[in-house]
């Protein structure tokens, strides 16, 4: 793979970085294959039945699923730029961003080595802000695919970021037509991330792919935030494409169980890192209830239609 290529490739790391403030964790393919330890979900696993109790930690909880600091309703999705001295929110795409963006300096690192054919190369990249993580990666030069492990060590990429310990085993595929990687699988178990605000347990996956049009990140994990009961994230699928965000997925909470969730109105963001001016976040229980995060250029706000209210008694479910 020349330096040209690697170029490109680093533009269509830039582009997967905006999928760094959304919430979610864990990857792979989308389906049940993904490496998430099942085990360590503890919580409810029936269908949770929404109330007006609960609708918080179903909407605003949800959506910044994972969110280092957070605590029970409070909206961290609307906080992300908090100047106060605990510093801002972290979420979990942020965390699989720091991730993804340390493997262009990886490549660079094992180009440069050249390893004889079928022998992985090892190196070490360095956090942009501290740290560092230990590379083994075998780079087929023939097709540029790659794959590899990466052990993190107090790896920080922003001052403000997240701080990755942990290994990661990655596989990319590369496209010669684009000049760029058509997917980026990295799975987990466990990794930790660390912030002024606290810190997080994954196990997991995060999954990356792009086309011309449209990025993708897939997740799964179980996650635990400062020592919390574990959370279930499933076969969270964000959709990014033109100025609108699309969501799917099942979310277990420890104290209630799962909801789908979904974007029945698909959010307008600028860009993935971007608080949605527009849009419906919204959850979906047993009986009929639900609860949606509508977001407007002013701010969120919360709805519930639970198993007693007049919409619920027309549900035929």
Not at 63 to 76: E, F, H, M
Not at 240 to 250: P, Y
Not at 274 to 283: D, H, K, M, N
Request: charged residues 10%.
């Amino acid at each position: 793979m020349n330096m040209i290529e690697l170029k490109r490739m680093s533009k269509a790391v830039c582009i997967t970085l905006l999928l760094a403030l959304l919430p979610a964790c864990g990857g792979g393919g989308g389906g049940s294959d993904q490496p998430v330890d099942h085990s360590k979900y503890a919580g409810p696993i029936a269908r949770a039945d929404i109330t007006t109790s609960n609708a918080v930690a179903f909407t605003t909880d949800a959506y910044a699923a994972g969110s280092i600091g957070a605590s029970a309703n409070v909206i961290g999705v609307m906080v992300q730029n908090d100047d106060t001295p605990g510093g801002k929110l972290t979420t979990l795409p942020e965390i699989a961003a720091t991730v993804r963006g340390s493997i262009p300096q990886a490549l660079a690192r094992v180009q440069q080595a050249a390893p004889l054919p079928g022998v992985a190369a090892s190196s070490t990249v360095y956090g942009t802000a501290g740290g560092s993580a230990a590379v083994s990666m075998n780079l087929n030069e023939s097709t540029g695919n790659f794959n590899g492990t990466m052990t993190f060590n107090k790896y920080q990429n922003l001052s403000n970021g997240p701080t990755i310990t942990g290994s990661v085993t990655m596989t990319g595929i590369y496209n010669a037509a684009t000049g760029s990687y058509d997917s980026i699988t990295m799975d987990f178990a466990p990794l930790s991330a660390t912030t002024a605000k606290g810190s997080a347990t994954m196990y997991g996956s995060f999954a990356f792919s792009a086309t011309a049009t449209s990025e993708t990140l897939r997740m799964s994990c179980t996650l635990s935030v400062n020592s919390s009961p574990n959370y279930w994230i499933k076969d969270w699928t964000y959709t990014f494409s033109g100025d609108t965000l699309t969501i799917t997925g099942v979310y277990y909470h420890p104290s209630y169980g799962y909801v789908e969730v979904t974007t029945p109105t698909p959010l307008t963001v600028s860009s993935f890192p971007g608080v949605p001016t527009s849009g419906v976040f919204q959850a979906a229980g047993a009986h009929c209830s639900k609860a949606r995060l509508t977001f407007s250029s002013t701010g969120t706000t919360v709805t519930a239609i639970a198993s007693g209210s007049d919409q619920w008694q027309l549900c035929t479910e």
